[in-house]
């Protein structure tokens, strides 16, 4: 953490000394501050304001958001493919192609669950229910993605002081593979913090302040967070290898044992590293103060 917000801190100086001191530097970085800086803070104001009403649709129809979100992912990310490909450049052609693609693999997935998702939205409404009972849950979400905002305001300018420092290509890189962590990192704050409410709940029957599971998300269970950041995307992204070489089929004996050998090892992997161990830390910290706090009732008896 303190690596990634050094970087950024020092790039945003850079920066602002391209600005004052004249040269080229100085009207390059101008020319990005012009260019860049104002769509990237709108597409991230529209992108918070979007997760703010998802959020609230989420809770308000969990039933018509199922269908809604399957489908919405195969029509917008076609729809961005059609539009970069209508720009007729080189670079946004091939990007349009990508899309379309992953759009035929989103339409082909969505008709593949079509029957599932009425089940789905039953298990959705019902997970819900607890929810209710805690009208501020939704508050740790809503600081997270006003403090991803405001990160990626700063994220901009370090971007910008790059274009000042040696090998921009690299330092750039290296800054948006920070805003990935970063971006996890509260996501998962945020995550610990449901988690530890809702587990509470079921586990002891209590409602506990999503305020203090928020700040004990920020502290104790920091540590959790960032270093699943790391490691779950990866893990995931096994998971999409393993899906398909788990359809991998043919003659060659050699090939089908390579892959079948890869599964069995990534699927020893998903036992132990996949995105429900959040869960499983709150739910280890719960557990531990519950049957402490059962030692010391019975010790009282004693």
């Known amino acids: 953490m303190v690596l990634a917000f050094g970087l950024v801190c020092f790039m945003i100086v850079k920066g602002v000394q391209g600005l004052v001191e004249e040269g080229k530097?100085?009207?390059?970085?101008k020319r990005v501050l012009k260019y860049f800086l104002p769509q990237v803070?709108?597409?991230?104001?529209?992108?918070?304001?979007?997760?703010?009403?998802?959020?609230?649709?989420?809770?308000?129809?969990?039933?018509?958001?199922?269908?809604?979100?399957?489908?919405?992912?195969?029509?917008?990310?076609?729809?961005?493919?059609?539009?970069?490909?209508?720009?007729?450049?080189p670079a946004t052609d091939g990007v349009g192609a990508l899309f379309i693609v992953f759009a035929i693999g989103n339409g082909l997935y969505a008709c593949w669950v079509t029957q599932r998702t009425g089940f789905c939205s039953k298990i959705f409404m019902k997970a819900l229910e607890p929810v209710s009972k805690f009208p501020d849950l939704n508050?740790?979400?809503?600081?997270?993605?006003?403090?991803?905002?405001?990160?990626?305001?700063?994220?901009?300018?370090?971007?910008?002081?790059?274009?000042?420092?040696?090998?921009?290509?690299?330092?750039?890189?290296?800054?948006?593979?920070?805003l990935a962590w970063t971006a996890e990192v509260m996501r998962n704050v945020a995550n610990l913090t449901v988690s530890r409410v809702i587990s509470l709940y079921y586990l002891r029957g209590m409602q506990s302040n999503t305020q203090f599971c928020f700040?004990?998300?920020?502290?104790?269970?920091?540590?959790?967070?960032?270093?699943?950041?790391?490691?779950?995307?990866?893990?995931?992204?096994?998971?999409?290898?393993?899906?398909?070489l788990n359809l991998l089929e043919g003659e060659d004996e050699f090939m089908f044992s390579c892959a079948h050998c890869c599964l069995r090892v990534m699927e020893s992997i998903f036992r132990r590293g996949n995105g429900w161990a959040y869960v499983q830390v709150i739910l280890h910290s719960c557990l531990s103060k519950l049957k402490?706090?059962?030692h010391l009732h019975v010790d009282l008896l004693d």
């Open 25 to 29: 530097s100085q009207r390059e970085e």
């Open 41 to 89: 803070e709108a597409a991230s104001f529209l992108s918070m304001t979007l997760a703010f009403v998802w959020q609230k649709a989420v809770r308000l129809w969990p039933n018509i958001m199922v269908l809604f979100i399957i489908w919405s992912s195969f029509i917008l990310t076609l729809s961005a493919g059609i539009l970069l490909i209508w720009f007729q450049r």
């Open 139 to 178: 508050l740790p979400t809503y600081w997270m993605l006003g403090a991803g905002f405001c990160w990626m305001s700063f994220w901009v300018l370090a971007v910008i002081g790059s274009l000042n420092f040696y090998v921009p290509p690299l330092i750039i890189i290296a800054l948006i593979l920070s």
């Open 215 to 244: 700040r004990r998300a920020l502290s104790k269970n920091l540590g959790s967070a960032c270093l699943g950041s790391l490691f779950v995307p990866a893990i995931e992204a096994l998971r999409i290898l393993a899906r398909g």
């Open 292 to 294: 402490n706090s059962f």
